[in-house]
T-cell receptor, first 114, second 111 residues
Framework: DAGITQSPRHKVTETGTPVTLRCHQTENHRYMYWYRQDPGHGLRLIHYSYGVKDTDKGEVSDGYSVSRSKTEDFLLTLESATSSQTSVYFC?????????????FGPGTRLTVL | GDSVTQMEGPVTLSEEAFLTINCTYTATGYPSLFWYVQYPGEGLQLLLK?????DKGSNKGFEATYRKETTSFHLEKGSVQVSDSAVYFCALSVENNDMRFGAGTRLTVKP
């Protein structure tokens, strides 16, 4: 258990509304990530953070923004949700140790945009 | 760019059957390789990993060997159980822990 929680776990919203998903970790890991999971695509990186207020874009960042004002929290915001953003969203942290760094994942948030 | 290709599913096996899920990769550097497992309604869990050529990762009866000559990291288990039913993801990590995931392979094991 990497001490990662996500909230909410499920959300249904309407097109055009703003949505914020929260990822919370308890172990002071520096790196945090947001992915989306879609059938046939595996996981794709949306944004990541390498420290408080330090973030960067991933492969599928259009339509998403992130913020990290505290080490333990990494927020993902959909400014104006679209149906194409219906997906399962996973947060991850990077654990540094052993022979290689490894990412550990939260339980996910299922988002439906109607 | 760096990428992972894994065999398409779904895969359906009987209990105690032998499992192989193929995974090949393309990378310009020297990646670390991972297998993650996702049980229904849950996040991805690290199953095993290997960091250099000829390394063998193993966990819970699963194993995979990092084959640089064939750019492969196939997942195997000698005798699957119903509880192994899940989606399995192959992944690689290159510089700065940037990860690339395969599309996932759904495994169903029938009693």
């Amino acid at each position: 258990d990497a001490g990662i929680t996500q909230s909410p776990r499920h959300k249904v919203t309407e097109t055009g509304t703003p949505v914020t998903l929260r990822c919370h970790q308890t172990e002071n890991h520096r790196y945090m990530y947001w992915y989306r999971q879609d059938p046939g695509h595996g996981l794709r990186l949306i944004h990541y953070s390498y420290g408080v207020k330090d973030t960067d874009k991933g492969e599928v960042s259009d339509g998403y923004s992130v913020s990290r004002s505290k080490t333990e929290d990494f927020l993902l915001t959909l400014e104006s949700a679209t149906s194409s953003q219906t997906s399962v969203y996973f947060c991850a942290i990077r654990f540094s140790g052993g022979s290689t760094d490894t990412q550990y994942f939260g339980p996910g948030t299922r988002l439906t945009v109607l | 760019g760096d990428s992972v290709t894994q065999m398409e599913g779904p895969v359906t096996l009987s209990e105690e059957a032998f499992l192989t899920i193929n995974c090949t990769y393309t990378a310009t550097g020297y990646p670390s390789l991972f297998w993650y497992v996702q049980y229904p309604g849950e996040g991805l869990q690290l199953l095993l990993k290997a960091t250099k050529a000829d390394d063998k990762g193993s966990n819970k009866g699963f194993e995979a060997t990092y084959r640089k000559e064939t750019t492969s990291f196939h997942l195997e288990k000698g005798s699957v159980q119903v509880s192994d039913s899940a989606v399995y993801f192959c992944a690689l990590s290159v510089e700065n822990n940037d990860m690339r995931f395969g599309a996932g392979t759904r495994l169903t094991v029938k009693p």
